[in-house]
């Protein structure tokens, strides 16, 4: 029970995670258990909790190594990056982070300042408001085979609860992962500059509880920012599998999105993608397959979504009516480019415009099968 701060060059090696603890019962806000300045420093086979931060590593000559360590329980956030300091870990656990007294944050990694992390082998799980945020200019955040599970609202407000949140310029890349689980939504990023990758993940299971939000979208990408989803899988989650809007830019390759449900509370849309406002997404060898609502949605001026080789059907009517089920939805001067489709099973139409200045261009597209509205 001590407040630890290593010195370079050393290496706390503990006998096991589940018996070897150190965990600081001085409560803070802004302290941490463990905490790194300096360069060459390893934490090994370990457990870090306590009334503060588990570990902060803050500082341009700061540098981390953690193998095999547990931080659990431990309040506000469980990992602090920040000022561009380095991290590397293998075999990290990040769960049950605990809120501030006042009921904000629980985040289980932060990353700020222009930080370099990098983590394989990881679980983060039960954090609160995100399981892992990153933010600034320079900022760059590595996970591989990565699971990112039951992130939860924040308690002060009920807003949030996001697997992966990337801001203000930061990059965020996830590497053979699991994304599942989340409040709010699994993948954010916003901001000019901002960069997100994602390859081969599995995003599913958004619930979209937040209060004062009934979201619970996949992928969500918006003013300015950038996201890549490469073999992705996006399924069961709410509002929207994929959602661009306000100058963001989605681009996927070989992506499945299907079964997004309705909002929770309203019991409206579950759309596989959603594209408004200058949202742009391109995508190619895409599957839409067993949504709500509309299949793939462009609204409004600048609007745009360019999909190649790209299979959309089966969609369904929203839970509130039996109303729609349409495959490719333009309107409110949106423009939808669709090269190489198959449109099938869809309801009330298979591919509908609506609205000046609205432009579609269909080549080497087959529709068929369209049903009428659900009884």
Known sequence: DEVVDLPSGVMLWGACVAETVVASSVPSDTEATVNVTVTDVALRNLRLGGERMGARVEGADASLRLDDVLIASAKVRGMLVNAGAEVVAEGLVIRDTRPQSDGSRGTGLVAWGGSDVTVTRAVFERNCTFGVAASNADTIVRLGDAVVRDTLVQEAGGRFGLAVDAEDGAQVEVARGVLEGSGEGAVAAFAESTRVSLVDVVVRDTHGVAEGSSLGTGLTVATGAEMQAERVLLERNRHAGAFAFEGGTLRLADV????????????????GIIVQNSGQVEGTRILVVGNRDVGVYAGGAGAS???????????????????????????????????????????????????????????????????????
């Open 305 to 375: 979504v360019t999909l190649t080789d790209v299979v959309i059907r089966d969609t369904r009517s929203q839970e509130t009516d039996t109303d729609w089920g349409v495959g490719l939805y333009a309107a409110l001067g949106a423009h939808a480019d669709i090269q190489r489709a198959l449109l099938q099973g869809n309801r009330m139409a298979g591919v509908h415009a609506a609205g000046e200045g609205t432009t579609v261009v269909l080549a080497d597209a087959v529709i068929r099968d369209t049903e009428g509205r659900e009884v």
């Open 256 to 271: 499945v999105i299907r079964e997004t449900a309705s909002e929770s509370s309203s019991e409206m849309y579950g759309r």
